[in-house]
């Protein structure tokens, strides 16, 4: 079964830090990773999304890399400002076959707080 | 090009009554999804579309049933409501072999 960790649960950094979310994922046989950010009670909004044959992939101030080997994916936020506040949650599918077949399985995600 | 869009915004619903939630997934998108997001708790797959055909379930009892139409639209049932069930419930669309997998704004059930 699938089981995805995300590290930090939280993170409260002073605007203008650059920071980086952790993303773990224990079977490797993935076919891509999405990140994704959470505004409070709203839906999701994909920000990078990661083919199991990439290494990285970058969107403005957003960088996130994935090293399949290990079941680890990173999420780097440069200069990072009050607005980019939300949580941020990594989600991985599977290739196919198996219970996991076609859905995404969900990291519990980092509450990132930007303070002015 | 519009988004995935789902309806109602807001549901309240009492114990014991049926719930009844809509998608529209993306133009040309054929895959659904649906997603609970319960207070507290992470997002729980519950169901999985595709060209009109359930593809995969997750771990959610059998009052939770859904169906595909045609258009690839979709609806989400859940029967004889409980005070758990109040949650946010999420819909997400994906075209074939993309990637990419796009998220409604969800609604909010609540049940009193």
């Known amino acids: 079964k699938q089981e995805v960790t995300q590290i930090p649960a939280a993170l409260s950094v002073p605007e203008g830090e650059n920071l980086v979310l952790n993303c773990s994922f224990t079977d490797s046989a993935i076919y891509n990773l999405q990140w994704f950010r959470q505004d409070p009670g709203k839906g999701l909004t994909s920000l990078l999304l990661i083919q199991s044959s990439q290494r990285e992939q970058t969107s403005g101030r957003l960088n996130a890399s994935l090293d399949k080997s290990s079941g680890r994916s990173t999420l780097y936020i440069a200069a990072s400002q009050p607005g980019d506040s939300a949580t941020y949650l990594c989600a991985v599918r599977l290739e196919a076959g198996g219970t996991s077949y076609g859905k995404l399985t969900f990291g519990q995600g980092t509450i990132l707080t930007v303070h002015p | 090009e519009a988004g995935v869009t789902q309806s109602p915004t807001h549901l309240i619903k009492t114990r014991g009554q049926q719930a009844t939630l809509r998608c529209s997934p993306i133009s040309g998108h054929t895959s659904v999804y649906w997603y609970q997001q319960a207070l507290g708790l992470g997002l729980q797959f519950l169901l999985w579309?595709?060209?009109?055909?359930?593809?995969n379930r997750g771990n959610f009892p059998p009052r939770f049933s859904g169906r595909q139409f045609p258009n690839y639209s979709s609806e989400l049932n859940v029967n004889a409501l409980e005070l758990e069930d109040s949650a946010l419930y999420l819909c997400a669309s994906r075209a074939r072999g993309a990637g990419t997998t796009f998220f409604g704004q969800g609604t909010r059930l609540t049940v009193v």
């Open positions: 579309y595709d060209e009109g055909e359930e593809r």
